[in-house]
């Protein structure tokens, strides 16, 4: 896994050590033989975001893995995506705290371009209010910081694709998909990444001492993302903290209603960290 090592001091690990904080504080195939049909892995994985666009929306399911100084926990999200407004929403599910006795209420998260929305954020905000983060100014651009990467960040992030093998064909919920395996440039793939996402991507550019981003993805017949698994690491407060990132795509065409709140639904206080 590639170090990688924020800034001091930026918001991207407080918004995430927040959402993980009360969960930790209590305690692949190798490649194969075959031959990628084409003969380009790389350039068909970096279509994979144009092939999404033309297919409008999905269901969404994602799981980020976290582990840090014998902890780990999984944080699990469900929802829908339209990538052709860049817009979802996802229900974020953090686990139990290490005793396994604390619940935690469901995140409500909802993605637009530049922006993330969070209700059950907790520490301190009212249960009626949403938070708003501005991802352009973000450490990580929302790769990592809600708990779950944006689809289409994933997706976008794919466009630095470089040294891409075909390992074969899988199946995959019964769909047979193509795995690709490689590393993702993040300043190329922003200097690639449609205008919706580029600010996000530009400033998890400039954030990360590393720009090299190790992902597995799988692709259907027709060119779209089904899966994508993406691995970081931070070095934070002088620990090292690994963090898998899945992404899982299906139900193509699903429809996708996303309402953005209200600025007076917004809450402009301080929130803990």
Not at 108 to 127: C, D, F, H, I, S
Request: hydrophobic letters at 40%; a positive charge.
């Amino acid at each position: 896994m590639v170090e990688r090592s924020g800034r001091s001091g930026g918001g991207a690990w407080a918004v995430a050590a927040a959402l993980i904080g009360t969960v930790a504080a209590g305690g692949c195939a190798a490649p194969g033989d075959d031959a990628e049909p084409g003969g380009d892995p790389t350039g068909t994985v970096r279509g994979a975001a144009e092939a999404l666009t033309r297919a409008g929306s999905s269901k969404a399911s994602t799981a980020m893995e976290m582990a840090s100084g014998g902890t780990r926990v999984t944080i699990r999200g469900e929802g829908t995506y339209d990538f052709r407004r860049r817009t979802g929403s996802l229900q974020v599910v953090l686990p139990k705290d290490a005793a396994g006795e604390s619940e935690h209420r469901p995140i409500t998260e909802l993605l637009a371009p530049g922006a993330l929305y969070m209700k059950n954020r907790g520490a301190g905000v009212p249960a009626d209010k949403w938070v708003r983060v501005d991802t352009t100014a973000l450490d990580d651009g929302n790769l990592v910081t809600g708990g779950a990467t944006d689809p289409a960040a994933a997706a976008e992030l794919l466009r630095g694709a470089r040294a891409v093998t075909y390992v074969g064909e899988v199946d995959l919920a019964g769909v047979k998909v193509r795995h690709y395996r490689g590393t993702a440039d993040l300043a190329e793939a922003a200097r690639l990444a449609s205008p919706q996402v580029r600010g996000a991507l530009a400033a998890a550019a400039k954030g990360f001492t590393t720009d090299a981003v190790p992902f597995d993805a799988y692709l259907d017949r027709e060119g779209r993302l089904r899966k994508v698994r993406h691995q970081f690491s931070f070095s934070n407060q002088g620990r090292t903290v690994a963090v898998a990132s899945t992404t899982l795509l299906y139900a193509f065409g699903a429809r996708v209603s996303v309402t953005l709140p209200d600025r007076a639904d917004i809450y402009a206080g301080r929130i803990k960290a």
